[in-house]
């Protein structure tokens, strides 16, 4: 058997973030244009941000699938930003692609990485690691873990490596959790670009569901948890 490499997390966490400021000044040179008119913003320079942004080609939608997916890797890091930046660049279908792509690529990049490494003993001591581990359903656990911004990549990928889940059926999990974010982040960068009041109404209830998702999942898991203990209690 293989001996596992060992790297310290830290070490690449750093490796992932360098790489990630340097794909983001790239971006940054590409969009200067669009910038400077940000800079001043009127409706005449909206119409024109609209045609400048969206011209741009198949370099710089890699790149911000990039950058996404490097995010990924960074604990604590937001991909929020950079995913609704990918509405307002490219619409809200083309920026969900960009930026679900980017999620998936990430987390399973990740994920395939950690089965491979000796990880930091704070990652594997995580808060959340157990809650993750003991779901009554423990995959379900993984794509409800993947929905919810508030729970950290690395403890997800971490616990599919640890659940002994392999990379096929990872994809899955990942691309399913992955989904309702992309799909916000997307739809909602390109409402507030386009300033849409439809959209940015459905933008707000869709934030409103998930949080409710998340909450509901939290309670969920305090009920199963605790039926579980009353169970070895009673044996």
Same mark, same amino acid.
């Given at each position: 058997?293989?001996?596992?490499?060992?790297?310290?997390?830290?070490?690449?966490?750093?490796?992932?973030?360098?790489?990630?400021?340097?794909?983001?000044?790239?971006?940054?040179?590409?969009?200067?244009?669009?910038?400077?008119?940000?800079?001043?913003?009127?409706?005449?320079?909206?119409?024109?941000?609209?045609?400048?942004?969206?011209?741009?080609?198949?370099?710089?939608?890699?790149?911000?699938?990039?950058?996404?997916?490097?995010?990924?890797?960074?604990?604590?890091?937001?991909?929020?930003?950079?995913?609704?930046?990918?509405?307002?660049?490219?619409?809200?279908?083309?920026?969900?692609?960009?930026?679900?792509?980017?999620? =998936? !690529?990430?987390?399973?990049? $990740?994920?395939?990485?950690?089965? #491979?490494?000796?990880? /930091?003993?704070?990652? +594997?001591?995580? %808060?959340?690691?157990?809650?993750?581990?003991?779901?009554?359903?423990?995959?379900?656990?993984?794509?409800?873990?993947?929905?919810?911004?508030?729970?950290?990549?690395?403890?997800?990928?971490?616990?599919?490596?640890?659940?002994?889940?392999?990379?096929?059926?990872?994809?899955?999990?990942?691309?399913?959790?992955?989904?309702?974010?992309?799909?916000?982040?997307?739809?909602?960068?390109?409402?507030?670009?386009?300033?849409?009041?439809?959209?940015?109404?459905?933008?707000?209830?869709?934030?409103? =569901? !998930?949080?409710?998702?998340? $909450?509901?999942?939290?309670?969920? #898991?305090?009920?199963? /948890?605790?039926?579980? +203990?009353?169970? %070895?209690?009673?044996?």
């Amino acid at each position: 058997m293989p001996q596992k490499l060992h790297l310290n997390s830290r070490w690449l966490t750093i490796l992932a973030g360098i790489f990630a400021i340097i794909v983001l000044i790239k971006v940054g040179f590409d969009y200067w244009p669009e910038i400077k008119l940000l800079m001043h913003p009127t409706h005449e320079h909206r119409v024109m941000l609209t045609k400048m942004i969206r011209d741009h080609g198949a370099k710089d939608f890699l790149l911000l699938m990039v950058v996404i997916a490097l995010l990924n890797a960074i604990p604590g890091m937001s991909i929020a930003a950079v995913c609704i930046l990918a509405g307002v660049c490219y619409g809200p279908w083309i920026g969900l692609l960009i930026s679900w792509s980017g999620n =998936i !690529l990430g987390n399973l990049a $990740v994920a395939l990485l950690f089965s #491979h490494v000796h990880l /930091s003993q704070k990652l +594997k001591k995580h %808060q959340l690691l157990q809650k993750l581990l003991n779901q009554p359903h423990p995959r379900l656990g993984l794509v409800i873990g993947y929905m919810i911004p508030a729970i950290p990549n690395a403890v997800v990928n971490y616990s599919g490596v640890r659940l002994k889940v392999s990379p096929t059926q990872m994809l899955p999990l990942i691309a399913l959790g992955m989904l309702p974010c992309s799909f916000i982040y997307a739809f909602g960068g390109n409402a507030i670009f386009s300033e849409n009041l439809a959209q940015l109404v459905i933008f707000a209830a869709l934030i409103i =569901i !998930l949080t409710l998702v998340s $909450v509901g999942a939290h309670q969920h #898991h305090k009920r199963a /948890s605790s039926q579980i +203990k009353q169970k %070895q209690l009673s044996e």
